[in-house]
């Protein structure tokens, strides 16, 4: 027989607030989504529980069966303030809460009016096309071609082994961003054993955890394997398999005499290092790990002129994304252009 004084079903939800369900909602959200994701949904419903506060529902105390589809109103006014694929990723985030409201059966949700009404009273983001400088990218990789540029001079205290690691790795890096497409988390990701050497390609779990095929190209795979053949003797004294190993590895002090793989800090630390080196101070943060990807889709364009293989290839799930790209690449128009206005 139950205790008179244990807590029912009915009652446990009676005494949910908003702010209580939002936050199982974002506990649910960090083990299936990325980080970064997480980050944007958190900030989405702090905003959320902001425009709560303005309509006089303090989130805190007030029951979960307060909340109604009119509270979208608001919030998208709210969002006016930032620009529109902010607003776009917030709104969608505030969906889902009360998407997992309804599926739980915290409170009765409209889930249709819900939807007309963010469709309504949101703004469509408009179209931004890519930015970066090409032609900085392609200096900067014939400069790290050949490994003695990368030799810098080191500091007193830095191991000329692992200097010499670092130039054959950030080599190999960069050259594998720019010829893939790999986002800088994906590479860093990669394992010795991932790659087909035979192939010239890697199967991978990219981004939405969608298995890719993603293609190498052979200065890349050289590239590549001439980091692994000066990191032999490392990786032949870890004690693990070398296909379990990471492919692109750390080589600093923390690391020690251990295979330990870089992280996405490193990867763009790796780039900021290198632009600065042989681009100069000015071109630090204009090239990040992400140029190389927008490098590598307008290149892919130009050689191809197929939008439909461009999107394959960059593992873009919406042709719209690399549309983006095709100004980028049409030689044509600039032709035409110039022979109207230039052409005597």
């Avoid at 632009?275 to 892919?300: A, C, N």
């Amino acid at each position: 027989m139950k205790h008179m004084d244990e807590p029912t079903a009915a009652t446990e939800k009676n005494s949910l607030t908003i702010s209580k369900a939002i936050s199982k909602y974002l506990d649910m959200v960090k083990l299936s989504r990325s980080r970064h994701t997480m980050l944007a949904y958190k900030n989405a419903l702090n905003i959320f529980r902001e425009t709560l506060r303005n309509n006089a529902l303090e989130p805190a105390s007030t029951p979960i069966e307060n909340l109604t589809e009119d509270l979208i109103s608001p919030l998208a006014d709210h969002l006016k303030v930032f620009a529109s694929a902010t607003e776009q990723l917030y709104l969608q985030a505030v969906k889902g809460f009360y998407e997992y409201v309804d599926a739980e059966r915290l409170t009765e949700i409209n889930q249709s009016r819900v939807r007309v009404l963010i469709r309504q009273r949101s703004r469509r983001p408009g179209i931004r096309f890519p930015q970066f400088p090409a032609d900085d990218i392609e200096a900067l990789l014939v400069k790290v071609q050949t490994v003695e540029n990368l030799l810098v001079s080191a500091g007193e205290d830095e191991d000329a082994a692992n200097v010499k690691l670092r130039a054959y790795r950030d080599r190999a890096f960069l050259l594998t961003l720019a010829d893939t497409g790999f986002r800088v988390h994906e590479a860093c990701n990669l394992r010795r054993g991932d790659i087909d050497w035979n192939e010239g390609r890697a199967i991978i779990i990219g981004k939405g955890d969608k298995q890719a095929v993603v293609r190498f190209t052979s200065r890349s795979l050289q590239a590549i394997k001439d980091y692994l053949a000066q990191r032999a003797t490392l990786d032949g004294n870890s004690g693990r398999q070398l296909s379990s190993l990471p492919l692109f590895a750390r080589h600093d002090k923390g690391a020690g005499k251990k295979v330990k793989p870089m992280t996405p800090t490193t990867g763009r630390n790796i780039v900021k290092e290198r632009v600065e080196h042989f681009l100069g101070k000015d071109m630090v943060g204009r090239i990040t790990p992400h140029s190389f990807r927008h490098y590598f889709v307008t290149t892919v364009l130009r050689g191809t002129g197929n939008l439909k293989i461009a999107q394959e290839l960059a593992r873009h799930a919406n042709i719209q994304v690399t549309q983006r790209y095709a100004h980028l690449s049409d030689d044509e128009l600039d032709k035409a252009y110039y022979d109207v206005f230039e052409k005597d």
